[in-house]
């Protein structure tokens, strides 16, 4: 297994930075913006919260776009990292390849560098990374969304507590930065939804955009 001080080494580097720079880019492709296009549908960047994700696609009635798009984005975040724990890196190093794939998903160089939220592409990593914790962080998203149904919320509270949950699996501090990295990057992309829910104007699971 390579470690941070082992990729240090001519082979290893070429490979992680290769595997950085594909989980970006993979990360960059934004599903919901390519299938509206092939589907001849409005461009979710123009519609309801303007944010090219699930969550917009499904307030606007497309149930089985928003299910594709879901699907995806998943995938952007798993592949890249399972592919990494393939080639034999350690558990930092891992997280770090998942990150670029999030990172990509947030700011797209195919897009201006204007993306989604990574919420999905967020999980598609933790699911990757460890399938245990990827259940306890859907069981969070879950518990929130049914007493309060509220999406960004469940998203919200579920990666305030992703650094928690990582420190008491694994108890490693660069893994827990790395996930708050995680946290605050998801945070900043829902500051918008964080306004809308102290001033009571967040739509509702189920509800649609006046």
């Keep these: 297994m390579y470690n941070i001080n082992e990729v240090i080494l001519d082979e290893p580097l070429i490979i992680y930075t290769i595997l950085l720079t594909v989980s970006y880019l993979l990360g960059a492709i934004n ?118 149904r509220y999406s960004a919320l469940s998203a919200i509270v579920t990666f305030v507590f992703l650094p928690l949950y990582i420190w008491l699996s694994y108890g490693s501090s660069y893994i827990t930065i790395v996930t708050v990295l995680i946290t605050c990057i998801v945070l900043w992309r829902h500051k918008e939804n964080i306004h809308n829910l102290i001033n009571q104007k967040e739509i509702k699971i189920g509800e649609r955009e006046s």
């Design 31 to 148: 599903s919901s913006i390519l299938l509206s296009r092939l589907k001849n549908l409005p461009d979710p960047r123009e519609y309801g919260s303007k944010n090219p994700g699930a969550t917009n696609i499904l307030r606007s009635g497309e149930k089985l776009l928003a299910a594709q798009t879901l699907f995806i984005d998943i995938l952007k975040g798993l592949i890249p990292t399972l592919f990494a724990r393939f080639l034999g890196f350690d558990d930092l190093l891992i997280l770090i390849v998942g990150c670029m794939s999030i990172l990509g998903h947030v700011f797209p160089i195919y897009f201006r560098f204007a993306g989604g939220k990574g919420v999905a592409t967020s999980f598609g990593v933790i699911l990757g990374f460890d399938i245990l914790l990827s259940i306890i962080c859907l069981i969070t998203w879950l518990s929130i969304a049914f007493l309060f």
